[in-house]
């Protein structure tokens, strides 16, 4: 009569295979190979022995894909103009692009396969007239505005500066595509770049950098 302590199948709880790499796991394991000893199994040659050690094998190794990330910037500045018009906004270089890259316009910038992005940017404002005035940034989605994504920066005063730096979190499909959008109520203030001038680098209009959710 079998041993019960051989024979004795795991608790409904334990899963028959570990989720963190796929192999069988260890409670499993050892009740099929006991009951491969017990049904003579245990005694069949080297041959049928070494087919079993693969019939426990992991049906499949997993891979942990590369992150998808992107890195880029505008060397030029980005004027309105008309007020109160909608703008997206232009990036021209790429520093980094694994699977995150610029299209066509220069404005759109595409993800290759689905996940949740986060997007975050930095935008150099820039005001020439005395008024004060006002700069509003959102985001779109395959041109289509996001709903509640708007944010309103005030620039105050003549030759006025403001670094507007913020993310965005959105989740996208593969082939579709994120843009930055701005418009103003004066065709005064600017997203400016600035030529480099020692000890400091060139500052670009607008920074973008794009990361997804994989760790």
Known sequence: MPN????RIPASRVPIT??????????????????FTITG?????SAASSSFGQDLAPAYTPQVDDKRNGAFFDTTTQSAAV?????PVTLNSTTLSDGVYIGTPTSRVYVDRIGTYNFQFSMQLNKTTAAAKNVFIWYR????????SATSV?????SSAVAAAWNFVVDL?????????????DTGCQIRAAAASAPVPA?????LTVTDNVT
């Open 203 to 207: 500052i670009p209009s607008v920074i």
């Open 141 to 148: 989605v395959n041109g289509a505005d996001a709903a509640n």
């Open 173 to 185: 499909n593969a082939g579709d595509y994120f843009e930055l959008v701005w418009s103003t109520d």
């Open 83 to 87: 007020i109160n018009t909608a703008y």
């Open 41 to 45: 199994g245990g005694q069949a040659n």
């Open 154 to 158: 005030t620039l105050a005063g003549s």
């Open 4 to 7: 019960d302590q051989l024979t």
């Open 18 to 35: 570990d989720t963190s790499d796929g192999t069988v796991t260890r409670e499993w394991y050892r009740y099929l190979f006991n009951l």
